[in-house]
């Protein structure tokens, strides 16, 4: 084991230059920079307390020349966003949490005295755009008309050491936009500083989420906390993550819904229960999915899944009356409107209206046969139940735009609900489809003990035949089922879903903060020996690494001349005491 310590030291001490990030120019530009600031004894990084008055929409909206006095004297902080350096005056745009505002910097009013660093130095030479700063001022209007901060003074609160992507707008029109998709979700603090509607995007999902907590608060329902990690997983048809907890040496499920946790506290005797829960689910991602989700659970006691669709209907209209101010909103090229009541059908009157075909009768085989003429794809192991999701799904999902109910569902697709008191084979449950996705789906939850035990026995048996998504038996939840619970309506919504819709967004990753990616592929790196048996000598390799070339192959690719011009030309600007390489030389290097 020591051998081995020693060998793995030995081994990072070899490689510890090749492993070190190289900088590009503009980086060592910055972290130049930042030593020029510490030596000129300016903390960039300063712990104490800045303090804020204003913010750039409070000034925007309220300033006047009439009521100049009350803005002489503000405090503001923000990101700088673009720079116009000039002699002894200049402007910078600074971006708070707000909005944008520009400052007017004069020298003479930052340093009045003799010592002019503060402006020449360090606000001409040593600030660069996506720095942090504070300003202390007045606030007056150009001759152009633009409401402006003249500073006073200003202080680094944090010296940023990396470009921002450059986004360049002009006559109302922006160029270069940060616009990828892939380094956005990576990214997500850069989309945010650059893209500022994004920020308008996450506001207006928190609001969403508020309007529905108070709807449900002043019902009179409590909010609750139910375990994420989970002995036995259950609520829904789906794949979990599974973990270990090594103190009870015993497997853990992430939850995949927080439904059973609910109903055993209406058991316990709460008439009414919700929770914002964050819910898991192993399954595929794609613009309507994240493997991690957001999702509210309602149970309210002694009520059905057609009083449910009452208050669905309600909630989120007064939700989209909160946030536009009318129940029409844009999505995409359609317009939806969220008015009640909502069109609803039955889950085979559905099937019917855009197929023509009457399945309420058939049996697995005949299912089967109808999706296969329908040009579903299907396997062995679906039983009738996932035969009838599919065709649902492929036939009827995607033409529903307007929100809609899908009533009485088959008994195979609904484990956890109460059969139809009138139609033989089916259950008391409606989903609610919209700009062509499920937003919701609830229940006249399962009392009957005995029943839900042979339900779930059934989704055993779909399990042994493959069915990954089938649920499992969860005693201590039929134990609970046997002391008796009240007719119950439950309820769960997708806010991730919902999010998208009211805020107009094409994909689910557009509402999620931090949506699952994929890995990122790192750039391949050869090790300096690499270089040094093609005769690159050890002092160009960090130069060829600063030119932005990591690997033999990247060298392979250049041509002699220009590769003999560039790092000649970098040398100097790295102020590297080094003779340079004959053209001569760089060609062995290559070839």
């Known amino acids: 084991?020591?051998?081995?310590?020693?060998?793995?030291?030995?081994y990072l001490?070899?490689?510890?230059?090749?492993?070190?990030?190289?900088?590009?120019?503009?980086?060592?530009v910055r972290h130049n920079a930042l030593k020029e600031l510490e030596e000129l004894g300016i903390d960039p990084y300063p712990a104490e307390t800045f303090e804020i008055n204003t913010t750039s929409t409070d000034i925007k909206q309220q300033f006047s020349e009439e009521i100049a006095s009350r803005f002489a004297n503000i405090s503001i902080a923000g990101r700088i966003m673009s720079r116009r350096i000039m002699g002894k005056a200049s402007f910078a745009e600074i971006q708070d949490s707000e909005g944008r505002i520009q400052l007017y910097f004069k020298r003479d009013d930052i340093c009045p005295g003799e010592d002019k660093t503060m402006y020449n130095q360090v606000f001409k030479k040593l600030l660069d755009i996506g720095d942090i700063i504070g300003v202390n001022g007045e606030v007056f209007v150009t001759k152009m008309g633009e409401i402006t901060i003249h500073v006073k003074s200003f202080k680094v609160l944090a010296k940023s050491l990396r470009p921002l992507p450059v986004v360049k707008e002009k006559d109302g029109k922006t160029y270069d936009a940060f616009t990828d998709n892939e380094q956005r979700y990576r990214q997500r603090y850069l989309d945010l500083i650059v893209n500022p509607q994004v920020r308008k995007t996450f506001v207006k999902r928190s609001q969403m989420i508020n309007s529905m907590r108070s709807f449900l608060n002043n019902k009179g329902y409590l909010e609750v906390e139910t375990p994420i990690l989970q002995p036995i997983y259950g609520g829904a048809a789906a794949k979990p993550f599974k973990t270990h907890h090594n103190a009870l040496d015993m497997t853990l499920y992430l939850r995949i819904a927080n439904e059973l946790y609910l109903k055993k506290l209406i058991v316990g005797g709460y008439d009414g229960v919700f929770e914002f829960a964050k819910?898991?689910?192993?399954?595929?991602?794609?613009?309507?999915?994240?493997?991690?989700?957001?999702?509210v659970e309602l149970y309210v006691a002694y009520k059905d899944y057609k009083w449910m669709m009452d208050l669905v209907e309600k909630m989120v209209e007064k939700v989209t009356m909160d946030l536009h101010g009318t129940t029409k909103i844009q999505v995409g090229d359609k317009e939806i409107d969220f008015k009640r009541p909502w069109k609803r059908y039955t889950m085979y009157e559905s099937i019917e209206a855009y197929t023509g075909i009457d399945i309420s009768e058939f049996d697995e085989t005949q299912l089967?046969?109808?999706?296969?003429?329908?040009?579903?794809?299907?396997?062995?192991?679906?039983?009738k139940g996932k035969l009838i999701d599919e065709i649902f799904g492929e036939t009827v999902e995607g033409n529903l735009i307007q929100p809609t109910f899908i009533t009485d569902y088959p008994v195979e697709m609904s484990p956890l609900a109460k059969k139809h008191p009138e139609q033989e084979g089916l259950v008391e449950r409606f989903e609610a489809i919209c700009n062509g996705k499920e937003i919701c789906n609830a229940f006249s939850e399962l009392n009957d003990p005995v029943d839900q035990r042979e339900r779930f026995e059934k989704q055993l048996e779909l399990g042994k035949r493959g069915d990954d998504e089938a649920m499992v038996l969860d005693e201590d939840f039929l134990k609970a089922l046997e002391f008796g619970m009240p007719p119950t309506a439950g309820l769960g919504i997708g806010i991730d879903r919902l999010a998208m819709i009211m805020t107009n967004s094409n994909s689910i990753q557009d509402v999620l903060f931090f949506p699952q990616m994929k890995p990122e592929e790192k750039p391949?790196?050869?090790?300096?020996?690499?270089?040094?048996?093609?005769?690159?000598?050890?002092?160009?390799?960090?130069?060829?690494?600063?030119?932005g070339i990591q690997?033999?192959?990247?060298?392979?690719?250049?041509?002699?001349?220009?590769?003999?011009?560039?790092?000649?030309?970098?040398?100097?600007?790295?102020k590297l005491d080094l003779k340079n390489p004959s053209p001569e030389e760089v060609s062995q290097w290559i070839n």
């Open 551 to 574: 690997t033999v192959e990247e060298l392979q690719s250049y041509d002699t001349n220009k590769l003999h011009n560039d790092i000649c030309g970098l040398k100097k600007k790295m």
């Open 368 to 383: 089967k046969k109808t999706a296969k003429e329908l040009n579903i794809e299907i396997d062995d192991t679906m039983g």
């Open 279 to 295: 819910d898991f689910r192993n399954e595929g991602m794609s613009r309507f999915h994240n493997p991690e989700f957001t999702q």
């Open 524 to 547: 391949a790196v050869d090790e300096d020996e690499k270089f040094l048996e093609k005769g690159v000598p050890q002092e160009w390799v960090q130069v060829l690494r600063k030119k």
């Open 13 to 28: 001490c070899k490689n510890f230059n090749s492993m070190e990030r190289v900088l590009t120019e503009q980086e060592q």
């Open 1 to 10: 084991k020591c051998k081995w310590l020693i060998f793995a030291f030995f």
